[in-house]
């Protein structure tokens, strides 16, 4: 799971960094055009036309590629996506989120290990989906619900291929 969040933000950033580079050249050779897109942009948000043209004035001698890249790109060139902190924060969370269940399944009777592994990976799915609401100020609930009904799901599907192939196996 690590190393497909490393390869998924890895490509994000290779995106962003395409899109910055583009937006560098488009400055670079046609400023004008470039301006007077920022222009109707600011306008199309609302700002009457003189209006937009002072804003986009202050922010192009202020800094224009940071301008563009806000306005046009949505990108902060300042905070691009780390490939790294995802990797590691991915690696993090499946393992620690893997303890209950990896519990469960080496303390459970052999005639119970199935449900009470899927009670202790729904429960974990709550615990995780809390704990993730909290860290990022949003509200439990709809976290709890989103990460309860994935985790079905994909419990659901995981199980039926795992019966499948592994009657087929036998």
């Not at 620690?96 to 449900?115: E, F, H, K, M, Q």
Request: charged letters at 15%; aromatic letters at 6%; proline letters at 4%.
């Amino acid at each position: 799971m690590a190393l497909g969040e490393y390869v998924s933000v890895s490509t994000q950033r290779d995106t962003e960094q395409a899109l910055l580079s583009k937006e560098r050249r488009e400055l670079r050779d046609y400023a004008a055009v470039e301006f007077n897109e920022l222009v109707t942009m600011y306008e199309s948000k609302g700002l009457s036309a003189a209006t937009a043209r002072t804003v986009a004035q202050e922010l192009t001698d202020n800094d224009a590629f940071a301008a563009h890249a806000d306005v046009e790109l949505g990108i902060d060139p300042a905070a691009l996506t780390n490939p790294w902190q995802a990797a590691v924060s991915s690696a993090l969370s499946f393992t620690v989120g893997a303890l209950l269940p990896l519990i469960a399944i080496l303390s459970s009777p052999t005639t119970w290990r199935i449900p009470i592994t899927v009670v202790a990976v729904l429960l974990a799915l709550v615990i995780t989906g809390a704990v993730s609401a909290r860290l990022g100020g949003a509200p439990k609930g709809r976290a709890v619900v989103r990460n309860l009904v994935g985790g079905v799901v994909a419990l659901a599907i995981t199980y039926a291929i795992g019966h499948v192939v592994g009657a087929a196996i036998t």
